[in-house]
Every structure is written in structure tokens, then in C-alpha cells.
């Protein structure tokens, strides 16, 4: 058994304020550690053939959000135990530790002193000991070169703990691609093989009130050269704060492999706190980022498979986290996302262009477990990706930038470019979310859930609540989405009362029925002349009202002109109330139902005006025929309205009823239901609605 390195208890620990772990990662952190345990400490040679996605990547449960994952993801436990052997072995290493002398802050001197004890490491690896204080480094001749550069294998390089060892760039620098970093080329052509390399324990500071607005300084470089398959193995990065760069905190780049950056701080940079660019099989772990001005975690440029778990962005002038540039097969879980000014968490699809080495679209990424609080737009968005996994999140007081016209969760398109056409967020899971308003927010978000366009088509919502949005709950728009959706709780959810156990409005060219037409019996439904019969039903989207659809079994004969005529009927309310209101009627239907050549077809009756009805809205539709033979329409099998009304009340409203006083030559105007209404001589009519 080998023991955990003793830097992870005794060396300078975050502040509990600068770490912190969201609840459903507090097991699974500590089952990572315990695993670091199980054996001995191992090196592997720095292969890069058998590095491949596939062979560090399994489905690891991770807690409670770990059950819902079914798509394999980053091997945390392997790579964490792999950094961590790495920096135990080069602890112990024969080569002994290197002491740094103290810090000077003479850039000239502090400078020669930590790259001399680079130097003095021999080639099998060994420690590099930075002193309490705070180091001036100097600009490189080279920007690519940085000012600390750790360039032996089996090496690591500490200090004594955030806040108390500082590397801080001298004033009045030039361009900087890592103030610390990983080996760059000595030669052109000749690449370097970095691997087990470790950092930690110290505070990078980019020193930017101090320097040059068109400086581009970065705290932390990782990374061989652009475009090229050679990669860094094996970088670990822990406790380690990067604030106050130009440019980016931490910038893992092209290319690096099986990274973990664990407990690590980036704060009021000039860019990102964390970009991934090119990064694999890696993880970052109980990581915070914050009062960046674009986004705290930014991954990019074809990063696959890596793993964002139990980290916090916020207060950053972009998004928390963003997934983006051909990103594939990485999970966001269990982090804390709150108060950024534009989204919250964003995945967008759209490819890469050449030279880019991946130039296929963004997928398979997963957002699960995560809280999302105060996003100045969105508080989840996708646009244009597929195969997105959005699983179990809590989403709380989104568009808060935005007054009222952001979303808790957002699936849309975007034009690419060139010849590309449009990308349309399609075949998405998103599941077991709760969308929240807290009361007195000064901004509601729009929608629950919102499907931008129905091109954003085949997305599955599966038990998902939402309350207190401020247009609706839900808008799906995809033919697919609305067929498949189920089981979404709250008020005006989508369903509202049952899932399309087998078929659905949307298949039929429908946005809506009372009953599926399997169970229609074809003409069986004779209606009596001047009665007005009600047929109520629950809208389980928003939409506007067109038409009315009715199935004309057989058709009728000397009907009067003007009295054969259909209606809609709204409430005051979402939910039926005591009394309904005809909203739009049809012109007269005599002509049509009485036509031999419509019998034994769909009838779509047109209304005067367009009505909207939101999802969960209860509606009546009324229908009335005067004549000698009134026309026969499409019912349920049983014969009246009982027991299709059974243990309802007039007030529910009842399924299928009729007005009380017969012999109308038009629809009443409005309908108290109490009074008006009764089971007496109705038929359970089938109905349709469509835009």
C-alpha cells in the first residue's frame, strides 16, 4: 500500500473558502484519494500510440449524478493516481530537493536563481524548492520560452503554499506564453517529450496593472506546439493560483495528455481563468475561477474527454463554463456555477475550420450534477450540438442581464459558415433538472426549457420541473421533442397530465387532442340539432390556436345555413375556472359537413381569429349543427359522456358535455359551468386542435 503524498494534508492547504466542493462530490473526491492507495506507485513510458481516448476512458459512478451517466468519461481515478505517484516518486527521488534561495525582487537576480536550480536537476528528475516570499521574474527574449520553464522529466516544481511562495512578473514586460510552463523547442523541428511534471503550492501574478495594455501575458503554459500530434504526459498542477495575466490564468495547450489541475484559483485576468485548448484524458478538479473578464473554464479546439468536477465559477464578464471548437466527450459534474454575466454553462457544436487537426463537430458531452445560479442570460444554453447529456442539474434565476428574455435552459441553432449551412441542437437528453425562481428576483428567466426553432428537433425531456418562469414553463418546437416528451412536473409542464403513451398530435400534423384516433368509433356520433356540445381538454404546449379538427364520420343533410359552426373556449386562468369565454368561432360548416365527399375524413374547421393558449391551459371546444339530419363525428366507444366524466365536476371541467338549454341557432357567448352545463344527452366527441 502506498501512502498518500503528504503535501495533500500538510503543505499549505486552500482556505476552505478558496475550495469548495459541491455535496455531491464530497464521497467521490474521497473515493478518488483512497484510490490512489490501492497500489504502488507506478511510471508508464511516455508512449504516445497508447495513449488513445479509449484506453483512459470508463464510466466511473460518481454519486448520485454518476447513475445517470451512461456514456463512458475520463478515468479520473487513473489519472489522479498517476500525477500523484509521479510527484511522490520525485519527492523521494535520489536526486534530493533543490533549494531556490530566498526571493531578492530584483527580477535579474530571482530570475538566474530559479532557473539555475532548474538547471542543477539531474536528468532522472528531482525537486525544485521555492522559498516563502515573493520571486520577480523577468519577460523571456522569446515569448514561447517563459520566464520559468521546468524542462526535465520526473521534476517537480514547489513552492510553500498560495499566497505565500509568489512567482510575480517584473513591470513593463513583453509578451509572456507562460510565466510557468513546460519545456518549449530548443530547436526547429526538434520537439520536446514532457512528462511527469509537476507544479504546486504557489501563486503565479501577471502583475497587470503594471504592464502594457497590449501585453499578452499568461500565468501558466502547458503544451508543445500548435497543430502537432506531440503531446505534454502527465502534467499535474495542484494549488496553484494564477491572477492578474493579461491574458489567460491557466492555458493547458496543444498538445497536453492526462493533465489534473486540482485545487487551483485564477482570478481577474484579462481573458480566461482556465482555457483547455487541445487538452486529454485529463481532469480539473475542485478548481475555482472568478472576476475573470471573459469565462472561468473555456474548453476548446478539439478537448476530448476531459472532466470539470466539483469546481466554482463566478463573477466572470462572460460565461462560467463554456464547451466549444469541436470539444468532445467531456463531462461538467458537481460544480458550482453562479453569477457570471452572460451564461452560465455553454456548449456549442459548431466545428473547427482548418488546420485545425479536429475539424468534426462538437458531441457527447455531458452536464450533470451541477448548480447554476444568477447567469446574466442563460443559465444552461446548447446551440447547434447533438448528443448532449443534461442530467440532474438545479438551474436557479436565470436572465438576470437580460430582464425577462433568457431561459433556465436553451436549445438552439446557428448559422455556420461558408457552405456549412445551419446547426441545429438535435438528439439531446435533458432530464431530471429543476428550474427554480427565488421569490423577489429582480428578473424571472422566460422559459423553463426553450426550443429555439423546430429544427432543434429529436430532443428527449424526460422529468424535468420548472416554476415561476415568466412566459411559460416549457416551449418545445421540434415535431420530435414535442412527440416524445414526458413525465415534466409543475405547473404548465410538458406533458401536463400523462406522457403519448404510443402515438402523438405531432404525427398526425396535430398540436393537440383530447383522445388518440386509434379509439375513434367512425360514426357513431350523431349530434342533436340546436344542441351545443363541449368537449375540454388540456393544452401540453404553448401554441396558437388555428383551426379546430374534427372527424367527419358521415355527413349530414338540410342544414341550416349559418348554424353549423365550431368554437374555442378560454378561462380566465390557466387552469379551468368557474366560467369560460367563447374566444374565436368559425364560419358556418353547413356546406362542408353536408358534402358526401368529406364524410369519413378530418374535418379542419378554421377559426375566425388565431387564439394562443399556453401548456396547461384548460379549453373547451364547442360544437353546433341545426338541421333536419345533423352530421355523425368521430367518438370515444362509449356512447355519452359517462363514464368518460367519471369522478369529474362540472367545474373540473367535465370531459364531455352539453349546454342546458337546447334548440341554439348559435354558440353562447360565454358558459358558466355550474349552471350551464350537463352530462345529459352529450357524446364524446373526438377533437383535435392545430395552429
Avoid at 50 to 65: D, I, T
Avoid at 397 to 425: H, K, M, P, R
Avoid at 536 to 542: H, K
Wanted: contains cysteine; charged residues 10%.
Amino acid at each position: 500500500m502506498c501512502a498518500i503524498p503528504p503535501y495533500i494534508v500538510a503543505r499549505a492547504p486552500l482556505p476552505p473558502t478558496r475550495l469548495r466542493l459541491h455535496p455531491l462530490l464530497v464521497a467521490p473526491v474521497y473515493a478518488l484519494v483512497t484510490a490512489c492507495t490501492s497500489a504502488a506507485p507506478t511510471r508508464e513510458a511516455p508512449d504516445a500510440s497508447a495513449r488513445s481516448a479509449a484506453s483512459y476512458r470508463h464510466a466511473l459512478p460518481m454519486g448520485a449524478a454518476g447513475a445517470l451517466l451512461g456514456a463512458s468519461v475520463p478515468n479520473v481515478a487513473q489519472i489522479v493516481k498517476a500525477a500523484l505517484s509521479a510527484e511522490a516518486g520525485s519527492d523521494a527521488g535520489p536526486d534530493g530537493v533543490i533549494q531556490v534561495p530566498p526571493p531578492t525582487g530584483t527580477a535579474a537576480i530571482d530570475s538566474a536563481n530559479i532557473n539555475a536550480a532548474i538547471a542543477a536537476l539531474s536528468p532522472t528528475g528531482g525537486l525544485v524548492q521555492l522559498q516563502a516570499g515573493t520571486y520577480v521574474v523577468s519577460s523571456p527574449s522569446q515569448p514561447e520560452d517563459g520566464s520559468v520553464q521546468l524542462n526535465v522529466n520526473d521534476s517537480t516544481l514547489a513552492g510553500m503554499g498560495i499566497g505565500v511562495t509568489t512567482i510575480q512578473l517584473a513591470p513593463n514586460s513583453s509578451d509572456v506564453t507562460g510565466i510557468v510552463r513546460t519545456a518549449t523547442p530548443e530547436l526547429p523541428g526538434v520537439l520536446p517529450a514532457n512528462s511527469h511534471m509537476t507544479f504546486r503550492d504557489f501563486t503565479i501574478d501577471g502583475n497587470k496593472s503594471n504592464q502594457s495594455a497590449t501585453a499578452r501575458i499568461i500565468g501558466f503554459y502547458s503544451g508543445i506546439t500548435p497543430d502537432d500530434v506531440q503531446t505534454d504526459l502527465d502534467i499535474t498542477v495542484i494549488r496553484v493560483e494564477s491572477m492578474n495575466n493579461t491574458g489567460y490564468g491557466f492555458d493547458p495547450h496543444e498538445r497536453t495528455t492526462r493533465l489534473l489541475i486540482e485545487g487551483c484559483v485564477s482570478h481577474d485576468n484579462g481573458t480566461d481563468g482556465f482555457t483547455l485548448d487541445a487538452v486529454y484524458d485529463s481532469v480539473v478538479i475542485g478548481c475555482t475561477s472568478y472576476a475573470n473578464a471573459r469565462h472561468g473554464y473555456n474548453l476548446v479546439f478539439g478537448t476530448n474527454s476531459v472532466r470539470l468536477v466539483g469546481d466554482e465559477a463566478y463573477s466572470n464578464g462572460q460565461d462560467g463554463i463554456v464547451l466549444q471548437e469541436s470539444t468532445k466527450n467531456c463531462v461538467v459534474e458537481g460544480n458550482i456555477v453562479h453569477d457570471n454575466m452572460a451564461d452560465g454553462i455553454f456548449v456549442n457544436g459548431v466545428p473547427n475550420s482548418p488546420p485545425n487537426i479536429d475539424t468534426t463537430p462538437g458531441t457527447n458531452n455531458a452536464i450533470v450534477g451541477n448548480l447554476v445560479e444568477n447567469s446574466g442570460m442563460h443559465g444552461i444554453h446548447v446551440q447547434g450540438e447533438s448528443g448532449v447529456e443534461i442530467a440532474a442539474n438545479t438551474i436557479r434565476d436565470s436572465s438576470q442581464a437580460e430582464g425577462g428574455a433568457s431561459n433556465q435552459i436553451y436549445l438552439d441553432d446557428v448559422a455556420g459558415s461558408g457552405s456549412t449551412g445551419t446547426f441545429y441542437s438535435t438528439q439531446n437528453t435533458v432530464y431530471a433538472n429543476s428550474m427554480l425562481v427565488t421569490t423577489g428576483v429582480a428578473s424571472l428567466p422566460k422559459y423553463g426549457i426553450y426550443e429555439n426553432s423546430a429544427g432543434d428537433d429529436a430532443n428527449m425531456y424526460v422529468g424535468n420541473q420548472s416554476f415561476g418562469a415568466l412566459t411559460a414553463q416549457w416551449l418545445f418546437q421540434g415535431p420530435g421533442s414535442i412527440k416524445y416528451a414526458a413525465h415534466n412536473g409543475s405547473t404548465g409542464a410538458q406533458p401536463v397530465e400523462v406522457a403519448y403513451a404510443f402515438d402523438s398530435p405531432a404525427a398526425h400534423g396535430l398540436t393537440e387532442w383530447n383522445f388518440p384516433p386509434q379509439s375513434i368509433v367512425g360514426a357513431g356520433g350523431v349530434l342533436t340539432s340546436g344542441t351545443v356540445y363541449f368537449a375540454s381538454l388540456t393544452a401540453q404546449d404553448t401554441f396558437t390556436v388555428g383551426h379546430v379538427d374534427l372527424y367527419l364520420g358521415a355527413q349530414g343533410s338540410t342544414l341550416a345555413s349559418g348554424g353549423s359552426v365550431v368554437g374555442l373556449y378560454t378561462f380566465p386562468t390557466a387552469d379551468a375556472g368557474t366560467s369560460a369565454t367563447l374566444a374565436s368561432a368559425s364560419a358556418d360548416q353547413s356546406a362542408n359537413w353536408s358534402d358526401a365527399g368529406n364524410a369519413g375524413a378530418l374535418s379542419t374547421v378554421a377559426l375566425t381569429t388565431p387564439t394562443a393558449v399556453a401548456a396547461g391551459q384548460v379549453v373547451m371546444v364547442g360544437i353546433l349543427t341545426v338541421g333536419t339530419t345533423p352530421p355523425a363525428f368521430g367518438r370515444a366507444p362509449n356512447s355519452t359522456g359517462n363514464p368518460a366524466n367519471l369522478g369529474q365536476t362540472k367545474t373540473t371541467p367535465l370531459n364531455f358535455s352539453t349546454y342546458e338549454t337546447t334548440s341554439q341557432t348559435a354558440l353562447p357567448s360565454s358558459v358558466t359551468l355550474f349552471t350551464d352545463t350537463t352530462e345529459s344527452g352529450t357524446i364524446p366527441v373526438w377533437v383535435g386542435l392545430s395552429i
